[in-house]
């Protein structure tokens, strides 16, 4: 470890130490380089995750005031549903198709009697949420990721600052050399770790709390629809289709 110490950090009267955030990276300990790099891979896929969440809840959000306009119109359910078929692209077509799914497989047979209408519309409910369930597993991917990162990323870096620290105390321990030019490579190498750290964490935090308040805004709104839709289906229940 002395060994890597001393040639991590430069001595007094060697070449100058490039201070430059490359250079800094090449200079590192092997520890301190895997730190880096776990961080910058960490803050590009963050970076990729919140591009696509921002972009798919836009998505969501337009295709849902479509359906919704189209829906509230006062045009035939029927026809909707069989407009949007079995490929919804959106998870509030998708709630209505396994509702429509349902009530239409149960109104093609016989359904008569109390108790036949009341299991119809519990069964109808518990399709519609177990849609919306699934659904939204499938908007909330990856933000589990953005969680873990906003949290640990700062320790990780701390980590790395150090691990750092010690091989430039280690350099002065061998040198016994304690001026500035040996002392700040190593310990601006220790800290880059650390500001990469933040730099990974920083939007990971933001972008966590945003998407996740916008993501509880639309599973509520898709709710709000399973609700008014089930309504709907048990007063043409009760109306004899």
Known sequence: MEQSAIQSVPLAGSVAADLSLVGLFAQADIVVKAVMIALLLASFWCWAIIFEKLGRMRRLRRRANEFERTFWSGGSLDDLFEEIGDRPDDPMSAIFVSAMREWRRATEGTLRGTESLRSLSERIDRVMQVTLTR?????????????????????????????????????????????LAVVAPGIAEALFATALGLVAAIPAVIAYNKLSNDINRYAARLESFAGEFGAILSRRTDEGY
């Open 135 to 179: 659904e939204l597993e499938h908007v909330e991917r990856y933000m589990t990721f953005l969680a873990s990162v906003g949290s640990t990323a700062p320790f990780i870096g701390l980590f790395g600052t150090v691990w750092g620290i010690m091989n430039s105390f280690t350099a002065i321990a061998v040198t016994k050399n304690t001026s």
